[in-house]
DNA sequence: TGCCCGCATTAACCCATGTTATTGACCGCG
DNA sequence: CGCGGTCAATAACATGGGTTAATGCGGGCA
């Protein structure tokens, strides 16, 4: 669980959910996977809005959120970003940044600019079609949470996004058993379910008293992932982890 | 105001707000605007969760939504389709439909196939450039929309949404002065902000009683649109729409 | 090693929005 | 031309989650 040991298996293991690389495509991942490394405290900028764009990241490790701001300050993460994961691909298309990245706790990043991107992907035709599978499960997530923050009660909200989270990490390798780290505050998680802080405390504790979750340490234990799947009204469809007749995995490898 | 006459135009005007098409760009827009036609009424379903992506569509005239159920029947607005839109250029990557999109009034759209869509771009990069940007728009609307659902009250997010799309109608030509056809219930509304049409029938009469909004026989009517902006705390950057120096104009031409 | 600050917890109170129900207007279809 | 169903308006009441404030823990930095 986050010991770095790894780190550069996180994005080939995620891809090959859609795909099945070759040695020369997951040779390029592990390229990209190397490119200049950068490290952030919890709550430090990663990019911030107005920003010309000019990298792509890649998470190595830790969680970082995209968040956008209301003028008086109130703050809303739109998305996370956990290890394996890739901040949009296509981004210098457009001329500034529109919102901010920040970390949500220790992370750890590769910074790949736009001519590393295309070195990896030029003649790699199978790559760019996963990283492309990504982007859009990436967009189906971002709908997911509009139906999150729009209809969802506080205690379904929340247990939607953990098992979101879960799910995420399991696929980039990074649960043991029922288990995960987690590293964010109930701050960030009530900025990314749209509660209070206050709120968020009490539905952790409510979801703690069903037995749904078991928190310590800043390590998550969900002891019966179905429950707590049915308490979030989560299925996974949404994350198209069954592309080739994959299936999700009852346990990680 | 949808009269339909000059309905081919739609995506050339609003793709020409990124990058200046050549005439060959404009011809294979023009091409992919006359792909087979196909009309709704409004609540029609145009695609259904499940379904295999078949066809790229592209809104003609009327509104059409994205959305998405919880088992229990809440079901949420994640996007708004307007004239000039396309729905999902990359869709064929996934396999399956995570979601629902229908008809949210009478409805025209163009179904193009794969082939025709690699047909229209394959020698016409800028014009395929331009759909590019599209979509990262589309995503940074998406954003937008989480921003709104998990953090304005009830009459800033009506306000938000209402200064959206009459921005997205103008950049399609789809006004006259400060005036548009709003063609969707409220239920509808109610739909996409995440109340209830109860508490959207509250919040329009809110606006109109400020003067912010004026409505009959469904046409809209915006006497002070910066008014309503700030009502909403609405503001266009992330609609993108200045990327070669452009700017929104104050009137549509 | 100790201090300080950020985070989680808890409590009491409040209000924005949801709920349920009724009515009337409109419109598309027969 | 009239009927039925959908949509909007309104009212009375209910509640989930927000607000404010106080407390104590714990971990990172000096």
Redesign the interface.
Same mark, same amino acid.
């Given at each position: 669980m986050g010991d770095g040991i790894t780190v550069s298996n996180v994005l080939i293991r995620k891809l090959e959910r859609y795909t099945r690389l070759s040695q020369v495509d997951r040779d390029a991942c592990h390229a990209l996977s190397c490119s200049r490394p950068r490290h952030y405290r919890a709550k430090e900028d990663v990019v911030r809005?107005g920003d010309r764009p000019e990298f792509i990241y890649l998470i190595l490790d830790g969680w970082a959120g995209?968040y956008?701001y209301?003028?008086?300050g109130?703050?809303?993460i739109?998305?996370f970003f956990l290890p394996g994961d890739i901040c949009d691909i296509?981004?210098f298309? =457009?001329?500034e940044m529109? &919102?901010f990245v920040g970390a949500l706790s220790r992370l750890k990043v590769a910074q790949i600019t736009r001519g590393d991107f295309e070195t990896a992907t030029l003649d790699n035709p199978r790559l760019l079609?996963a990283l492309?599978?990504d982007?859009?499960v990436a967009? #189906?997530i971002?709908?997911?949470? #509009? =139906?999150n =923050?729009?209809?969802?009660s506080a205690l379904e909200r929340v247990a939607h996004l953990i098992c979101e989270a879960f799910i995420r990490l399991r696929v980039a390798g990074r649960t043991v058993g029922n288990r995960c780290d987690w590293p964010i505050t109930q701050i960030a998680l009530a900025e990314a379910?749209?509660l209070t802080p206050v709120h968020v405390s009490r539905t952790l504790q409510a979801l703690a008293a069903q037995g749904l979750i078991e928190m310590e340490n800043r390590t998550l234990h969900i002891p019966d992932l179905d429950a707590l799947m049915q308490a979030g009204?989560f299925t996974a469809?949404?994350l198209?982890l069954? &592309?080739e007749g994959r299936h999700i995995d009852s346990n990680e490898g």
């Open positions: 809005e995209r956008k209301l003028p008086d109130r703050r809303q739109v998305s296509n981004i298309v =457009l001329r529109d &919102h079609q492309y599978w982007t859009l967009t #189906a971002q709908r997911e949470w #509009a =139906l =923050l729009g209809q969802r379910s749209g009204l469809h949404y198209h069954d &592309h």
